[in-house]
């Protein structure tokens, strides 16, 4: 049984292909580097997909409507994308982890003619994902299977208008992704006016979140913390969104989207960023460790 869950048959591969022409879709779950891959229909939606690995969801894309976002973090970053420039305005963006390409996609349905680099390291995922759920072949979307930082590295400075990380190994953030250094090197690829988002994940007591937002600020000016209520309380683990910028950003309008979603989300900046931070110092190199394993429950 074990063998059957981590190969597809070739019937498996016709049947996820059907879908796409109508019939009902069915599970598709293949090993790919970082472990085990699922992709779940939408039994609501009929081109509707939810990627796991290992158990733990990665991503949601809706192929009929790629400006859909399901997730709570993902919509919260979706809000970042809106406001990172004028409505529609095509844009430069690199996105440091790729999963299903759902905010790729999200890019290219909301602000068409955007130029967008994905860095994934898993290849098989990459492979997997491109396979099953296509992307538009209008959409100016390259995709490169690389280390998130050695991809980092490779982007010219001052290219991008917007930055976002979303990276987990194992349902954590990898240590290198976590420092000064790391953040040093988002905000050369960035323009002035260029905006990072980060996706994190920490729970009580929030080390982990205090320390990223000290070492961003080392970094960036003007930040804001996007976020449920019960997780910025230390009540349970969860997903915050980070975001940088050289420049002020849309505070008050990235407030008022993040109080209207349907998981309403704070958004806590300036002084009480600051305060909320506690003394946490910035991260280096030499001491970053990943970011803290989510309890088993987290995925129930």
């Known amino acids: 049984m074990a063998r059957a869950r981590n190969q597809r048959s070739d019937d498996s591969r016709d049947t996820a292909r059907g879908a796409r022409r109508g019939r ?92 967008q680099q994905v860095v994934e390291r898993d290849a098989a995922l ?28 490779k982007v010219a400075d001052g290219w991008a208008d917007l930055l976002v990380a979303d990276v987990f190994s194992g349902a954590r953030t990898p240590a290198h992704l976590t420092s000064v250094e790391f953040v040093t090197d988002v905000r050369r690829a960035l323009k002035d006016s260029g905006v990072y988002a980060a996706n994190l994940a920490d729970g009580p007591p929030l080390a982990h979140l205090r320390g990223q937002i000290a070492t961003v600020a080392a970094v960036f000016p003007h930040l804001a913390l996007v976020a449920d209520p019960a997780v910025l309380r230390g009540r349970r683990f969860g997903n915050l969104v980070l975001v940088a910028s050289g420049r002020p950003l849309p505070v008050a309008e990235l407030t008022r989207r993040a109080a209207c ?23 280096t190199d030499a001491v970053a460790v990943a970011s803290p394993a989510p309890p088993p429950s987290v995925f129930r």
């Open 24 to 115: 009902a879709a069915e599970a598709v779950v293949e090993s790919v580097d970082g472990g085990l891959a699922e992709l779940l229909p939408d039994r609501d939606r009929p081109r509707a997909w939810t990627l796991l690995v290992d158990g733990a969801p990665q991503s949601h894309v809706d192929l009929d409507d790629p400006s859909r976002l399901a997730f709570e973090y993902q919509r919260r970053l979706g809000h970042v994308i809106d406001l990172g420039a004028p409505p529609g305005r095509p844009v430069q963006a690199v996105h440091l982890g790729g999963g299903a390409l759902t905010l790729a996609r999200y890019t290219a349905a909301t602000r068409p003619r955007s130029t």
């Open 126 to 153: 990459v492979r997997l994902v491109r396979r099953e759920l296509p992307l538009d072949p209008n959409a100016r979307i390259r995709v490169r299977s690389a280390d998130a930082r050695a991809g980092l590295a």
């Open 261 to 283: 979603d349907p998981h309403p989300a704070r958004v806590q900046h300036g002084r009480e960023l600051a305060d909320f931070t506690g003394g946490a110092v910035p991260v």
